[in-house]
């Protein structure tokens, strides 16, 4: 079902488009919104129009920047702009934040030129740049562009304040150890970890005020040191407000920014009608209260709710723990460069792909993530992405932090959510926000911010500091939620390994194996009385070796941490960057420390295709519990199970090596294991399926015979066992044709060979019958009269076809085919959908709220005979079969012998006893929420009375 394509009017209380606060200032402009409809929402600036000597993109500005760093100066390059026109230039030390701080510009440059040169820069500061191009008449809208740089920026993240974990405590026990893995990971990336387990969502009031309590009283405790949450799990979910950003209808919508709001006050009086009464428990605000800003930055896991998957909330949630500590210690790496698509909605958040990753690694001439996205990785994905979250297991998208804009998928608590489903990505997906409106900024991310940090900045634009073009001057409202780990950076570094020490008097003796990147300038060792930091830096320069003495002694149990540090380098300038932590426990009363665990490489060797069980070994001396995760998949096959017990199945005709690696981890430090595998492909026989085909009289019928080859090779038939009341001939496919005169059974067996094997004989039973054609309707003349509509009345034709054009429930009744007596009846028509909802066929048609049916939907994977009584649908026959999209159907329905037989393209797929609710009625058609629904040459047809003895039967092709 697609979004709506009416133009939308805003509540009074939702959502007006506002200008940015720079408007003012240049231009008076004004904005039109409309809902989220196909590839485009429409948005007006009068008299604009791109002039070919302009940028591609005129409405916005694409900026990255490179650096020298003696003399220090940076330069900031932006793409074509046309003659005369100016690009005003403004700077800020990077941190800043309100509109008044940007000041005036610091130099205006008139095209063609674009660049401008800034030598009033200083090593080690990071700075942020705004340009603005104002609205040039007749040529193109105003735009504006922005990026960090800075030569040389020290480290930010040596600490980065604490970070409050809080986790839903009925994963606690199952997902124990990858939780634990998880603290020190964010202990070991600079934050001090403090730690809740919180009841699990309710759907309470109660809980969710007291979960903000718990932050609150966590914040104000130490205000200028707790900076971000991550709730893990299904906690409290919050709703507020009655808005439409996507316009379509107005209703509450769920925010994490409750929680990360500290001085706000959310107040539950409003009457928003039955959406959102009073003191109901969602609360009144649809933008942020008080001072319209938050105080922390805010994400979420949490993958209840995602039954499309075939995995259960507790996997995906610890497939999700693994992929962020992959992504953490540069196990799993994206290439630099972003991917952007659907830009009408979203031309800020692909100018921000620039200052990342330059203009060569920006993708953005595509209009979908399909299949591009499934076949390469990317670091950073944007677009107007299948609105769909059922559908997302059948994807692979291969990219990191992500934007999925699109009509719904804001309301991320909805079950199979499309947000939501990108972090269920088998490989990659880590983060995903809804972009557009308002549009996100995460140009900081060049210069070593996380996502979280830009979620934040996001939420506090409020129209004052970034000014993206097109629609997307609309106040930062309660929907700009983050779905994922908003401690996540873009740049990562391999860090060091097997950190070990040994305890001599008041000495630790740490070492440890260097980083596998090769671009390592050195390392910091780090010092903590808690396993959870804060951390402190002993090394007041950075080792050029792999070895460092802690001579401060100590009692009780200290952590040490060891960071790779590597100057970064982008189109945002070069910044110092540091690695995740190694981890190493001292125990100075014992005089002892930890000891790396170590995990044991492997070699398998196995056939293609075939299933091989494979079981992953490690070993610890210290006897500490393991924990076993998969780090990088393998390239040539798949795996299941649940480390360490793994099965491995290679693709199809693959022959050669494969391999993939894997983690074992003690609680402090881990080992990663290769197991490499050779694979040999032998030839498969093919398979082919007996199947029931019911057929015309005297008529030549093409048999769809289902057959498949593992290997994919070309394949013939043979018949074994011929018919014996007809002929069957043909090449690539059999074609039956009963002898003239005859209607009764019949049968033959082939087999199916591919030039080395045959498959196992397969038997077709054939019903031969002979009909009249009663009544018929192709559509040719452009109308559909004699039919009547039930439900939403949106249905035309075109090109020879009737077509419902609503995404609502409606059917038609075949009034020219006038009431039939369903005993040896025939329904024929073809049928084919755009969209992914459900349409079929109707028979012993009453009303719109009693008849039977067969229908056919790809969104619940089903094609079922059903019956609607009293408005009631009970499912006769069923199976778990979706359609194609935009393939064409033969559907038949018949009635014979006491039976209901649905027969696709010839195929009988479902059969059961005929109901006795109905005996007579009208033919029909039901499209089901499907937009996008065609049917053609509609017939019914009559067994003729020599056939009489063939009563009541009902067939669906």
């Not at 080690?124 to 800075?150: D, M």
């Not at 490989?427 to 900024?441: D, F, K, N, V």
């Not at 390239?635 to 050669?656: K, M």
């Not at 040896?824 to 066929?841: H, I, P, Y």
């Amino acid at each position: 079902m697609c979004s709506c394509s009416w133009l939308l009017l805003l509540h009074s209380h939702v959502l007006l488009p506002l200008r940015c606060p720079f408007r003012s200032i240049h231009s008076s402009r004004r904005l039109g919104l409309t809902a989220l409809f196909g590839a485009a929402a429409v948005l007006t600036f009068l008299g604009a129009a791109a002039p070919s000597s302009l940028g591609a993109d005129t409405r916005l500005v694409k900026v990255e920047t490179v650096i020298q760093e003696t003399p220090p100066q940076i330069t900031v390059q932006w793409d074509d702009q046309a003659a005369g026109a100016q690009v005003e230039v403004f700077r800020r030390l990077f941190g800043q934040e309100g509109a008044a701080s940007w000041g005036a510009a610091i130099a205006t440059v008139t095209g063609p030129d674009h660049s401008y040169v800034d030598t009033n820069v200083v090593a080690g500061q990071a700075y942020e740049y705004k340009l603005y191009r104002p609205y040039i008449y007749g040529t193109a809208q105003e735009a504006f562009g922005y990026a960090c740089s800075g030569i040389q920026i020290p480290l930010l993240d040596e600490d980065r304040g604490k970070m409050l974990l809080i986790v839903d405590e009925t994963l606690t026990a199952t997902l124990g150890a990858e939780l634990r893995r998880l603290e020190m990971d964010l202990a070991g990336d600079g934050w001090t970890v403090v730690r809740h387990d919180f009841p699990r969502d309710d759907a309470g009031f109660q809980d969710q005020e007291d979960l903000r309590a718990l932050i609150r009283s966590e914040y104000n405790a130490d205000p200028t040191g707790v900076k971000s949450v991550l709730l893990f799990g299904k906690l409290p979910r919050v709703m507020s407000g009655y808005a439409a950003p996507d316009g379509h209808a107005s209703a509450p919508h769920a925010t994490d920014l409750f929680y990360a709001d500290m001085d706000g006050t959310w107040t539950d009086t409003t009457n928003y009608g039955t959406a959102n009464p009073p003191r109901d428990g969602q609360y009144d605000p649809s933008y942020i209260p008080g001072n319209v800003r938050v105080e922390l930055q805010i994400g979420r896991v949490d993958l209840a709710g995602m039954g499309a998957w075939t995995i259960n909330e507790t996997e995906l949630l610890r497939n999700y723990l693994r992929k962020d500590h992959a992504w953490r210690q540069a196990q799993v790496k994206a290439p630099a460069r972003g991917i952007a698509t659907s830009k009408s909605h979203l031309y800020h958040e692909d100018a921000c792909l620039q200052p990342l990753f330059g203009a060569a690694n920006v993708n953005d001439s595509l209009s979908s993530w399909i299949p591009e996205a499934e076949d390469n990785a990317y670091a950073w994905g944007v677009s107007f992405s299948d609105y769909n979250g059922s559908n997302y297991p059948r994807y692979d998208f291969k990219m990191t932090f992500t934007i999925n804009f699109g009509s719904g998928k804001q309301k991320w608590e909805h079950s199979n959510n499309a947000m939501r489903a990108l972090l269920c990505m088998p490989q990659y997906g880590l983060t995903c926000g809804w972009g557009g409106r308002p549009a996100w900024s995460f140009h900081f991310m060049g210069v070593g911010q996380t996502i979280g940090y830009s979620h934040y900045r996001t939420a506090n634009n409020q129209n004052s500091e970034y000014c993206p073009g097109n629609y997307s001057f609309l106040l930062s409202g309660v929907w700009v939620n983050l779905m994922g780990d908003p401690s996540l950076r873009l740049h990562m570094i391999d860090p060091p390994t097997g950190l070990s020490a040994t305890v001599a008097g008041s000495e630790a003796h740490l070492a440890w194996e260097a980083s596998a990147s090769t671009d390592v300038l050195g390392y910091h060792v780090y010092r903590s009385d808690s396993r959870l930091g804060p951390y402190t830096r002993l090394t007041p320069a950075l080792l050029g070796t792999t070895a460092y003495v802690d001579s401060t002694g100590g009692a009780g149990e200290t952590w040490h941490m060891v960071r790779a540090v590597r100057l970064e380098s982008s189109p945002s300038g070069s910044y110092y960057n540091a690695s995740q932590g190694a981890f190493c426990s001292v125990d100075w009363t014992a005089a002892a420390a930890n000891h790396p665990p170590v995990a044991q490489d492997a070699v398998f060797e196995t056939t293609d295709a075939i299933p091989t069980t494979i079981t992953l070994n490690g070993s610890d001396s210290d006897g500490d519990p393991l924990l076993f995760s998969l780090a990088v998949y393998p390239q040539h096959g798949q795996l299941t199970g649940a480390p360490p017990s793994l099965v491995y199945t290679s693709d199809v005709n693959y022959d050669g090596s494969d391999s993939f690696t894997f983690t074992v981890w003690d609680g402090q430090t881990e080992d990663v294991g290769t197991v490499n595998i050779l694979v040999h492909n032998v030839n498969y026989a093919p398979q082919t399926q007996s199947q029931e085909t019911v057929v015309w009289a005297d008529q030549s019928t093409t048999m769809q015979i289902v057959s498949s080859d593992l290997d994919g090779d070309a394949l013939t038939y043979a018949v074994v066992t011929p018919p014996r009341h007809g002929t069957v001939t043909g090449g690539a496919s059999l074609i039956y044709s009963p002898y003239a005169g005859y209607q009764g059974a019949d049968s033959f067996v082939w087999q199916m060979r591919d030039g080395q094997a045959g498959s196992a004989p397969a038997t077709a039973t054939l019903t031969v019958l002979r009909l009249s054609l009663t009544a018929s309707d192709n559509f040719d003349d452009g109308d559909f009269e004699g039919w009547s509509i039930y439900g939403n009345a949106n249905w035309t034709t075109g090109s020879g076809e009737l077509i419902h054009v609503s995404n609502s429930k409606s059917a038609l009744a075949w009034d020219a085919a006038t009431t039939q007596v369903w005993t040896g009846q025939a329904l024929c028509a073809t049928l084919r959908s755009g969209e992914s909802d459900a349409f079929g066929t109707l028979c012993c048609f009453q009303d719109g709220s009693n008849y039977y049916g067969f229908e056919m939907s790809q969104r619940n994977s089903l094609r079922r005979l059903f019956k609607l009584v009293n408005n009631r649908k009970t499912t006769l026959a069923q199976d778990n079969v979706p359609y194609v999209t935009d393939q064409s159907y033969r559907v038949n329905l018949f009635m014979i012998q006491g039976e209901i037989i649905a027969q696709l393209d010839g195929r009988v797929i479902l059969r059961t006893p005929m109901p006795a609710d109905f005996s007579s009625g009208r033919a029909g058609l039901l499209s089901d929420a499907n937009e996008n629904s065609y049917f053609d040459d509609v017939e019914l047809w009559r067994l003729e009375p020599s056939s009489s003895s063939a009563t009541g039967w009902m067939m669906a092709y």
